[in-house]
C-alpha cells in the first residue's frame, strides 16, 4: 500500500523538488499551490510518470478556510495521510527593520507562522492514535534565518521561522505519544526562486562566500533530508532541527 504524502508550497523550489523524489520513493503525493496552476500541474505529471498518483490543490495557506478545504480535499482524493511536508512560505522584498508595514508583517505571519500552525492541526487530527489514526510524520519547513535574524533584509521572516522551531519542538513533545514524530529542515542558502523573491538580484552569489562549502545549496539537496525525516530511517528522531545550510550558521 503506497503512503500519501501533502506538501503545501509544491509548484515550485524545494516543494516540487520533494514532490518529485517522493513519487520516487513510492508516495502518492497531494500538491498544494497558491497560484500557478500549470507549474503545479507540471510537478503532478512528474509524480504520475514515475507511477504514483497524483492531486493538484489550490489554497492560500494564509487563509484557514483554505487550509481546511485542503485537507478535505486530500482526504477524499487520497486517503488518509501519512507524511505532510508543512513547506509553503513567503519572503518580501528586501527591507531594514523600521521600514516593514504592519500590513507587510501580518502577511507574513499568517503564511509562515499561522498558517503552518493551523494546518499542522489539520494533520494531527488525521494521524492522531489517540484521535483514531494510525500515526504518521510532519516536517515543518524553518530556515537558518531562525538562528541568523534576518538583519537588513527580512527579519520579519526570521521572525516567522524562529516560531516554526518553537512549534516544532513543542509539538514533537507532545504528539510523541501519538504515534506522530515531528521535524523540521532548517534550509540556508539554497538557489531557488525564492531568492529572487528578495529583489537584490544574485543573491546567492552575494552569500556565498559566507558558506563553508563556498556554494548554495539545491532544492533537490533539501528534498532529500525531507524525505529522511519522513521515513522510516529516522524512525528515533523527534524534535529534530536539521540544518541543511553547506555549514552556515556553525
Do not use: H
Given at each position: ?176 505519544p501519538e504515534g506522530i514524530r515531528v521535524n523540521a529542515v532548517r534550509p540556508g542558502l539554497i538557489d531557488t526562486d525564492i531568492q529572487r523573491d528578495f529583489g537584490i538580484g544574485d543573491r546567492v552569489g552575494r552569500y556565498k562566500g559566507l558558506v563553508p562549502l563556498q556554494r ?35
Amino acid at each position: 500500500m503506497p503512503k500519501i504524502i501533502l506538501i503545501t508550497g509544491a509548484s515550485r523550489g524545494i516543494g516540487a523538488a520533494t514532490a518529485r523524489l517522493a513519487a520516487q520513493r513510492g508516495y502518492d503525493v497531494a500538491i498544494n499551490y497558491a497560484r500557478n496552476r500549470d507549474a503545479a500541474e507540471t510537478v503532478a505529471a512528474d509524480v504520475r510518470k514515475a507511477g504514483r498518483r497524483a492531486v493538484t490543490i489550490q489554497a492560500d495557506m494564509g487563509k484557514p478556510e483554505d487550509i481546511a478545504r485542503l485537507f478535505a480535499t486530500v482526504d477524499a482524493e487520497l486517503g488518509r495521510l501519512d507524511a505532510f511536508f508543512n513547506n509553503a512560505g513567503i519572503v518580501e522584498k528586501a527591507a531594514r527593520f523600521v521600514e516593514i508595514a504592519p500590513e507587510r508583517l501580518q502577511r507574513i505571519l499568517a503564511v509562515n507562522t499561522t498558517g503552518p500552525f493551523i494546518a499542522a492541526q489539520e494533520a494531527v487530527r488525521r494521524m492522531s492514535t489517540r484521535l483514531g489514526g494510525s500515526g504518521g510524520v510532519i516536517v515543518n519547513m524553518s530556515s537558518m534565518a531562525a538562528k541568523l535574524g534576518g538583519s537588513g533584509e527580512s527579519t520579519d521572516y526570521a521572525t516567522a521561522k524562529g516560531a516554526i522551531d518553537t512549534l516544532t519542538i513543542g509539538l514533537a513533545k507532545e504528539l510523541a505519544p501519538e504515534g506522530i514524530r515531528v521535524n523540521a529542515v532548517r534550509p540556508g542558502l539554497i538557489d531557488t526562486d525564492i531568492q529572487r523573491d528578495f529583489g537584490i538580484g544574485d543573491r546567492v552569489g552575494r552569500y556565498k562566500g559566507l558558506v563553508p562549502l563556498q556554494r548554495g545549496g539545491s532544492a533537490e539537496e533539501v528534498a532529500e533530508a525531507v524525505l529522511w525525516l519522513c521515513s522510516d530511517q529516522s524512525s528515533y528522531c523527534t524534535g529534530v532541527l536539521l540544518d541543511v545550510s553547506g555549514g552556515r550558521g556553525l
